[in-house]
């Protein structure tokens, strides 16, 4: 790709909320919020105003809806990623929005945000930076406390629930899941912010952001009737506990099926599995999911973990305008990290490389707009490509790798002796 290809703009200040887009984003927002019936608790929020701090748990866009609705007529800016500004450049920053490339270390992102603290605003961060898998926690980075404690305001936490499970990233289809539910918490005044310790901030919102949103609609009562419930859990459940079989998996209405040892699992309308025949291994589907990745982390003990040589074609997003195909190579994910190498539309060669120690996280996508494929999203500080293995050529799971990538990092920081507390990197 040719070097002087326009980059975005990361360091334009954050706009603040023009003031004829305020009611207009409130407008957009409340009639999902209304259609859901979300029920909008709020705690210790007396005396709450600009500027503070809110952290927000991801499972579906309806999470912007309802931080909007919230804090509504409030200006706030809002950290999203770069594919979110795709053909709409202008109208995100005039609402508010801030670029960001996922899972990069980006001191900008943090000048930005001081900014809109200044500015007297709301600085909404959605830290799991990705939507669950399978609606629980994803991991934090442990970076958030030093940002609370650089940021001197107060924080808040917005926790959703019923979204995932209302429209879970692997099947996007509206469920019609109500009530909803959201809590709208303040958790730290700026007083406790001086006097506490970045770790023990951290382990205060890691304490908070502990959901799970199947374990809420058994909880609740609430039954998902949509027919084809269970199209698209294969994508998260992509090994068989069964055979152990791994990228055999495939879904159908309400049933799971592996296709290696022919078992069938139902996914009932209270959001559970139930095994036709023989034992149900799992009825709880984020245990499956915990399962296959207690199986990705003792591969990584034993120093086997590799997805082997992958065909992909890479697309590359340098700014907002639109992807733009760079070309087709090989993608490895193994005990190094991520190596992406090939030859671009000009027969030039190109190639990323992500080390362990710098990826805690990555960010994949299931049949990316519903036509591209499952991919895997990786960022350098100027440019974004997403990277599709070839399924006519090979077998894979970008959920494993998004798992490994994770299992990875752990293990090799703790091999230099760094402890990590439950649910950091």
């Known amino acids: 790709m040719a070097d002087n290809i326009e980059r975005f703009d990361m360091k334009k200040p954050p706009v603040r909320t023009k003031w004829y887009l305020r009611p207009l984003t409130y407008i957009l927002s409340a009639p999902d919020v209304s259609k859901h019936k979300c029920i909008i608790k709020k705690n210790n929020i007396e005396g709450l105003k600009p500027p503070f701090v809110m952290l927000c748990n991801h499972n579906a866009f309806m999470d912007f809806k309802v931080a909007t609705k919230t804090i509504y007529p409030w200006r706030a800016n809002y950290v999203v990623a770069i594919d979110g500004f795709i053909g709409r450049e202008k109208l995100l920053r005039d609402v508010g929005c801030i ?90 005044d700026p007083e406790d912010l001086k006097k506490l310790s970045v770790d023990e901030i951290n382990s205060k919102i890691v304490e908070m952001f502990q959901y799970d949103d199947f374990a809420w609609l058994k909880e609740r009562g609430i039954r998902i009737t949509y027919k084809g419930r269970a199209e698209g859990l294969h994508k998260v459940l992509y090994q068989c506990p069964a055979c152990r079989a791994e990228y055999k998996m495939s879904s159908s209405g309400t049933i799971l099926k592996c296709n290696a040892c022919g078992k069938e699992w139902n996914m009932t309308e209270l959001g559970e599995l139930e095994a036709l025949s023989g034992e149900t291994e799992f009825s709880h589907i984020p245990d499956w999911y915990e399962w296959e990745r207690e199986n990705v982390k003792k591969e990584i003990a034993e120093g086997t973990y590799s997805s082997g040589e992958l065909p992909v ?113």
């Open 99 to 188: 670029c960001k490339r996922k899972f990069t270390n980006d001191t900008i992102l943090v000048k930005q945000l001081m900014r809109t603290i200044k500015n007297g605003d709301v600085a909404i961060i959605y830290p799991e930076a990705r939507y669950s898998l399978c609606g629980t926690t994803a991991v934090l980075p442990e970076s958030l406390g030093k940002l609370c404690k650089l940021l001197k305001v107060p924080v808040v936490t917005m926790i959703c629930h019923g979204h995932h499970v209302n429209s879970p990233f692997w099947n996007l289809h509206d469920r019609g899941v109500k009530p909803t539910e959201a809590e709208f918490t303040k958790i730290f």
């Open 313 to 425: 074609r890479v697309d590359s997003l340098p700014n907002a305008k639109k992807f733009i195909p760079l070309g087709t190579g090989t993608m490895i994910h193994d005990m190094n990290g991520f190596t992406v190498k090939g030859t671009d539309m000009d027969g030039d060669p190109f190639e990323m490389i992500k080390t362990v120690p710098s990826l805690y996280s990555c960010h994949i996508e299931y049949e990316y707009l519903g036509k591209f494929g499952d991919c895997v999203d990786l960022n350098t500080l100027k440019d974004t490509w997403y990277i599709y293995p070839d399924p006519d050529k090979c077998e894979f799971a970008v959920t494993k790798m998004a798992l490994a990538t994770e299992e990875l990092y752990f293990d090799h920081w703790r091999k230099q002796g760094k402890e990590f507390p439950d649910g950091l990197a």
